[in-house]
């Protein structure tokens, strides 16, 4: 539990003394991509350049090629190598960032790693502070182990926090207490949500490429988990195993052991090796190792010791001969062990970690409301998660709400079905306003009016700023019957007026002699006579609900949309990372943020901030292209449009092409049976027809999409044209189309 690490090692730390635990520290070291910046930079080369020769390294796993691999003759980029061998700045450049890469940049300490020690630190190895005042050893997790020092492995996740949160959540909200240890281990429920990859907020399957491996291997058991835990790491996906395993799984393949005697052992992963005490178990009961000469023969194995291998090559086939099996069976044998321990994952760790998979998944299929809440309060410092989670919500038909100053807690709590804003969540409020709310709530019970809140916390403990964000967020809508929000701010000022004076008379003694609890309702009652104010519009509404809360809630700008506006915008924000570099998308987003640049040359351009349901993410628009768009381009705009993914070494960003503001956008939508649909003579002719309107690639602002409404049977299925058959004019391309006897109309793109 990522909560409670620290009291662990507070425990190790009095259990064997201060001076003999330490965390251990890591380092960060300079990658190709990174060194080759920061020598372009002391070298006075324009970042232009060493951004676009840096992008030209390709990353594999998270982890970019190194700059001997980019030159050397095998170099997965022949443009690097040649620019490398016929530029001498470039050649002088690359040669300078080789000799420094891999070096350490910075530090930080390691995640879950702790020395123990039966001596003082300070004298085997060096010690320091860091930022925080932890103490930290000076030598890396390696040097350490290398000592012979006991490390210990103390890793907080943040997950269990999040099961246990779950659990609090289920018993409050229904009185039902779920033992997590005691669920059924092959429900059904649970196999079904992971087998159709609803997989956000589930532990170790959320990547995009997990999620499509569970989705085709479609697990049905904790072993199943495991073993997918256990694959899904660079060595396997290399060897292309995953494709094997689910093949096999799937009895699309037919599995075969090497030898009957192993084949217990590998049933439950069939066929392949994939755990290392699976290894450990076929040397035992194949050569008759000991289980600690096997587990010898696993680390020999995983570190590559030549020496130490040629010798167990030599005790395992001798061994096997023994119990009766071929030397060359053994040999074989032992060579695919040999290959499989290189990526032979600990069995123990990885049930461990399908164990908390399954647990997650379990909770988010039979308690959903309850689970999500709990994913968001344990991932509220992240907007972009956040913003993923709250729409995997709205999918899953649970609506997320703004807090109530008489039903939120600190964190996200559950009303019926529909998950409460916690009041944590609202800025420009502090522990302490949120601390005395909820004591004076459990103490008085519920605040009946915007005057028994003032009344009940005066501006000391509860301040205007404070109460204005209240009012904003939506936390204060039960005090007013219509939830005018406007009203409520307009009364503010008065009603902390007649709060303060009251304190005052309170604390000097003098409160009048007819006072009671009903004098806050008399004097909301006075409020009502005074002048009204009408609510703020929708828009503005949502607008100071997004600044302080981050969020949209009492509804979204993007979330009325058709479904031919789904079809022309088929990937959301948060897949942009999944696409590939220079790939071309289209995207129905908000531009909360707007920065505009002048460039060197005296070009205006701007940097964007966009934004869907899903996400947000950054965006460029060239001098050029702004241009032609700057009149759309407004924040809180709703815009379609057209970009290309520019993948830079530390974030994702979009290049915009075109757009089209999405309020007056129309579609051209052809209506066409599954008949003509397949007919390539009518594949032609609308072609034709859309050919004559292609919009202008130099003139922006003036696309219109183009979709195809399929009818089978009942049945209708949208399909959408190629961005190359986006047209100009959609009243002359509807009229051509109707002149050739196609059933057409036009639809608005927000419904």
Not at 96 to 110: F, M, P, S
Not at 374 to 383: F, H
Request: with cysteine; glycine share 6%; proline share 3%.
């Amino acid at each position: 539990c990522i909560d409670r690490r620290n009291e662990v090692i507070d425990y190790v730390t009095e259990r064997y003394g201060e001076e003999k635990v330490a965390q251990i520290i890591t380092f960060n070291k300079m990658t190709s991509k990174a060194v080759l910046k920061d020598v372009a930079r002391v070298l006075d080369i324009p970042y232009g350049e060493s951004d676009k020769l840096a992008k030209l390294i390709p990353v594999v796993r998270g982890k970019p090629f190194k700059l001997n691999e980019m030159i050397d003759e095998n170099t997965p980029c022949k443009e690097f190598r040649e620019k490398y061998i016929t530029d001498t700045r470039v050649k002088k450049w690359v040669d300078l960032a080789i000799r420094i890469e891999g070096t350490n940049k910075t530090y930080g300490v390691h995640a879950a790693g702790v020395v123990i020690s039966s001596q003082p630190l300070d004298t085997l190895v060096p010690l320091q502070r860091n930022n925080d005042g932890q103490l930290i050893t000076q030598y890396s997790m390696d040097d350490i182990e290398s000592l012979g020092l006991l490390k210990m492995d103390f890793l907080g996740l943040k997950n269990l926090t999040m099961l246990n949160k779950t659990v609090s959540l289920i018993e409050s909200s229904t009185g039902q207490k779920i033992n997590l240890e005691k669920i059924p281990e092959n429900d059904n429920k649970t196999f079904d949500l992971i087998g159709r990859g609803d997989l956000e907020g589930i532990f170790q399957l959320e990547s995009s490429g997990m999620k499509q491996v569970v989705k085709d291997f479609k697990p049905n058991s904790l072993e199943d988990i495991s073993s997918i835990l256990a694959l899904y790491r660079p060595g396997p996906l290399d060897a292309g195993l995953i494709p094997k395993f689910i093949k096999r799984k799937n009895g699309s393949e037919k599995v075969d052991f090497p030898h009957p005697s192993i084949q217990s052992i590998l049933t439950e992963t069939y066929g392949i090796m994939v755990y290392q005490e699976q290894i450990m178990k076929i040397a035992q009961d194949l050569a008759g190792y000991s289980l600690g000469e096997a587990d010898l023969l696993r680390r020999a194995m995983g570190k590559k010791k030549v020496s130490e291998m040629v010798k167990h090559r030599n005790l395992f086939i001798e061994g096997s001969i023994r119990k009766g099996v071929e030397k060359k069976i053994a040999n074989d044998l032992f060579d695919q062990m040999v290959l499989f321990a290189e990526y032979c994952f600990n069995k123990s760790h990885s049930t461990a970690y399908g164990a908390v998979t399954y647990q997650t998944a379990f909770l988010k299929a039979h308690f959903p409301v309850a689970y999500m809440a709990a994913l968001l309060s344990v991932n509220s410092g992240s907007t972009d998660k956040m913003q993923r989670y709250i729409s995997n919500c709205y999918s899953m038909g649970i609506d997320v709400i703004a807090p109530s100053i008489n039903l939120s807690g600190i964190d996200f709590t559950i009303k019926k079905d529909q998950i409460l804003f916690g009041l944590s969540a609202v800025k420009n409020l502090g522990d302490s306003a949120i601390r005395h709310i909820i004591s004076s709530r459990e103490e008085l019970g519920s605040f009946k009016s915007l005057a028994d809140l003032c009344d009940r916390l005066p501006a000391n403990v509860l301040n205007k700023r404070n109460l204005e964000s209240l009012i904003h967020c939506g936390a204060l809508d039960e005090f007013s019957l219509n939830k005018n929000r406007a009203q409520l701010l307009a009364d503010l000022e008065s009603v902390m007026e007649w709060a303060s004076s009251k304190n005052k008379d309170r604390i000097s003694g003098q409160g009048n002699l007819f006072d009671n609890d009903n004098t806050s309702l008399d004097f909301d009652f006075s409020l009502k006579e005074n002048s009204k104010v009408e609510d703020y519009s929708l828009v503005e509404k949502l607008k100071l609900e997004k600044q302080l809360l981050g969020f949209y809630l009492s509804d979204h700008p993007l979330k009325h949309l058709s479904k031919p506006a789904k079809l022309i915008s088929p990937i959301s924000i948060s897949h942009l990372e999944e696409s590939k570099d220079r790939s071309k998308v289209s995207l129905v987003v908000m531009i909360p943020e707007l920065k505009q640049i002048t460039t060197k040359k005296g070009d205006r351009m701007a940097i964007l901030q966009l934004e869907d349901l899903s996400g947000s993410c950054e965006a460029v628009v060239f001098p050029k292209t702004y241009l032609r768009l700057s009149e759309f381009l407004l924040t809180d705009t709703r815009l379609l449009v057209w970009g290309t993914i520019d993948k830079r070494s530390d974030k994702t960003q979009l290049i915009i092409d075109d757009c089209r503001e999405i309020d007056n956008l129309k579609l051209l939508i052809i209506n066409l049976d599954s008949s003509q649909a397949s007919d390539i003579g009518v594949q032609n002719k609308i072609r034709n027809c859309l050919i004559k309107f292609k919009a202008d690639k130099d003139k922006c602002g003036i696309k219109s999409p183009v979709l195809a409404a399929v009818k089978s049977n009942d049945k209708v299925t949208y399909v959408k044209f190629g961005d190359q058959f986006c047209i100009s004019d959609i009243n002359g391309a509807a009229q051509l189309l109707e002149s050739n006897s196609f059933n057409v109309r036009l639809k608005s793109l927000v419904s």
